[in-house]
Each structure stands twice: as structure tokens, then as C-alpha cells.
């Protein structure tokens, strides 16, 4: 079993910048593909963007640009960079771990999942 738990979420203005972190406990995460995910109120959980064990990764067009994420394996954590922040990008942040190399876009290939943390940029 892995326990996620993401911090780093909170209130900021358009232009911003904050930086998520994932903190993985229970079994290391060095094989895992992380990816990140959003949803926001009365939509799907969306992809934004994932790190293969490799560090090869992948980006949601929304994100390009403007999103980093990274992983450090001897901290057993992801990150997400968020910046220059956008109204639309509010919502709740998800971490997720696949067991296998490839990230997958669909939220319905990951095993593990942290409770969110909830993103909120005021224009």
C-alpha cells in the first residue's frame, strides 16, 4: 500500500505562483508513475500533469508552459510548480501513483490516490 498526502494548496491572486508537494509513505515510490490531477466543482477529474520512474514527463496543453512537476525519489515526493496562475486553473489538486513505467491520462489507471488540496486563484 502507498499513502499519499499533497500540501501546498491555497488562495492566490492571478499571476501567482505555488508549489505542490506529495509526500509518499508506505513503500517507495521510485517505480511509480505520479501524475497530478484536478478537478474542480461539478466537473471530471482531469489530468494536468505525470513523471514516469524514468523522469520523463507529460503535460495537459493547460499546463505547458506554465506547470513543472518533478520528482525526487530519496524523499519519496512529487512536485507540482504551478505558475502564473489563472482564475480557471482553481480546484482541488489530486496525486495519484500507477504501479508500471507509462503515465497514464485516465484517473481510472491509478492505484493510489492523496485526499486533494484545493487551489483558488482570484482574478
Known amino acids: 500500500q502507498v499513502q499519499l498526502v499533497e500540501s501546498g494548496g491555497g488562495l492566490v491572486q492571478a499571476g501567482d505562483s505555488l508549489r505542490l508537494s506529495c509526500v509518499a509513505s508506505?513503500?517507495?515510490?521510485?517505480?511509480?508513475?505520479m501524475t497530478w490531477f484536478l478537478q474542480a466543482p461539478g466537473k471530471e477529474r482531469d489530468f494536468v500533469a505525470g513523471?514516469?520512474?524514468?523522469?520523463?514527463?507529460a503535460y495537459a496543453d493547460s499546463a505547458k508552459g506554465r506547470f513543472t512537476v518533478s520528482r525526487d525519489n530519496a524523499k519519496n515526493t512529487v512536485s507540482l510548480q504551478l505558475n502564473a496562475l489563472k482564475p480557471e486553473d482553481s480546484a482541488v489538486y489530486y496525486c495519484?501513483?500507477?504501479?508500471?513505467?507509462?503515465?497514464?491520462?485516465?484517473?481510472?489507471?491509478?492505484?493510489?490516490w492523496g485526499q486533494g488540496t484545493q487551489v483558488t486563484v482570484s482574478s
Open positions: 513523471i514516469m520512474w524514468t523522469g520523463r514527463t
Open positions: 508506505g513503500r517507495t515510490i521510485s517505480s511509480y508513475a
Open positions: 495519484a501513483a500507477r504501479a508500471g513505467t507509462s503515465v497514464s491520462y485516465s484517473p481510472s489507471s491509478y492505484d493510489y
